[in-house]
């Protein structure tokens, strides 16, 4: 098992990334919680059905509640939030109780979001049993959505571990495991040339990943991760570029209607976008042509849905949290690992999309 060490301004934790990781949990919660009152496992209705039953027995001595909530982005609405708050009410948590996220990154949102507000602040560990979450369950971002802008409402609330369980990926879909691995790509585009001619070279079927192949890639995207978070917790510098193709990928998800286009599908369009943008405006060096077809062999779609209006995207754009004031902020490339940040203005935007579209 592979312990990789997370170093923020308020703390420090491990990430254990391994087969049967999961197995550790109860010997970390005796040693790290020995006046640990109750735990509240927060997890949804396709995790609970599948990787619940394994974990339940290890944590009988505290006599675990369990919460589930809705699959995918349905589980961060305002509404879940507050039955989640009142399902910890009602099984009598308390300031030395914990809450156990178990799923993927919406569950790990929605957790930590309970989790960061529940009597001002409670413990929670990360169980993640997604590709995605090798992303969103480290550094501390937890949020519930708003109609108006995905994860507008939230904090920055570190977990006290995170048990990454490569066992758990095993059930994933095809469809989970592409959402996933765009998260990966990011991370080598943004930090780390030859781990992005790793995965060129190496990667052609996301069907057929060995567990050596998807284990170096999620350890390399948690470094990465971490690389960023360390210096910057709050983003408010260097931790902006690790959003890299979201402010399209964002208002494409949120258009599409969330749960209906999974995030990693939304983002690797916009980092395509990002890539176009900065061959044009910052000059980058880089084989778009060659990115292109190799996304797309792995299955990925690379042009913004047909029936999406530029109008609506670029009015999500505005709303999204990256942006500041009247001018939206993009993460472009000026060389291979070497991200920077940008205001765009509006109308050249709007040109951009057009162009990219046609």
Do not use: C
Request: charged residues 25%; glycine residues 8%; hydrophobic residues 40%.
């Amino acid at each position: 098992m592979e312990t990789i060490q997370i170093d923020t301004n308020s703390k420090q934790y491990n990430v254990f990334v391994g087969e049967g990781a999961s197995k550790e949990i109860a010997n970390f919660l005796t040693m790290n919680f020995p006046k640990l009152t109750k735990v509240l496992i927060i997890t949804d209705e396709t995790v609970a059905r599948l990787h619940l039953e394994e974990l339940m027995p290890q944590l009988q001595k505290w006599k675990p509640a369990v919460f589930t909530a809705p699959s995918g982005e349905k589980a961060k609405t305002f509404d879940i939030y507050y039955q989640a708050l009142t399902a910890a009410l009602e099984n009598h948590l308390d300031r030395k109780s914990l809450i156990l996220s178990l799923g993927g990154g919406a569950a790990g949102d929605l957790s930590g979001f309970v989790a960061s507000s529940f009597m001002r602040g409670i413990p929670f560990i990360q169980v993640p049993t997604t590709i995605l979450a090798h992303d969103s369950a480290v550094g501390g971002k937890v949020a519930i959505n708003h109609p108006l802008g995905k994860n507008m409402i939230g904090a920055f609330y570190q977990p006290e571990a995170v048990f990454y369980d490569l066992d758990f990926l095993k059930t994933l879909p095809e469809k989970e495991i592409r959402s996933g691995f765009a998260e990966v790509v990011k991370h080598a585009i943004i930090h780390d040339g030859q781990f992005y001619e790793w995965l060129l070279t190496n990667i052609n079927d996301l069907n057929s990943l060995t567990l050596e192949q998807l284990t170096y890639s999620l350890i390399k995207g948690i470094r990465v991760k971490n690389h960023f978070v360390s210096q910057d917790e709050k983003e408010m510098g260097i931790r902006a570029f690790l959003n890299f193709g979201h402010t399209l990928g964002h208002a494409i998800e949120a258009e599409m209607g969330y749960g209906n286009f999974t995030h990693g599908e939304s983002v690797m369009i916009g980092m395509i976008f990002a890539l176009k943008l900065s061959k044009e405006s910052v000059e980058l060096h880089f084989n778009l042509e060659e990115f292109v077809d190799w996304v797309e062999k792995l299955g990925y779609q690379t042009t913004i849905p047909a029936h999406l209006s530029n109008d609506k995207l670029l009015e999500k754009m505005r709303q999204d949290k990256k942006t500041i004031g009247e001018s939206i902020r993009f993460v472009l490339l000026e060389e291979l690992g070497k991200p920077v940040l940008m205001e765009i203005s509006d109308t050249k935007l709007a040109d951009e999309l057009q162009k990219f579209r046609n």
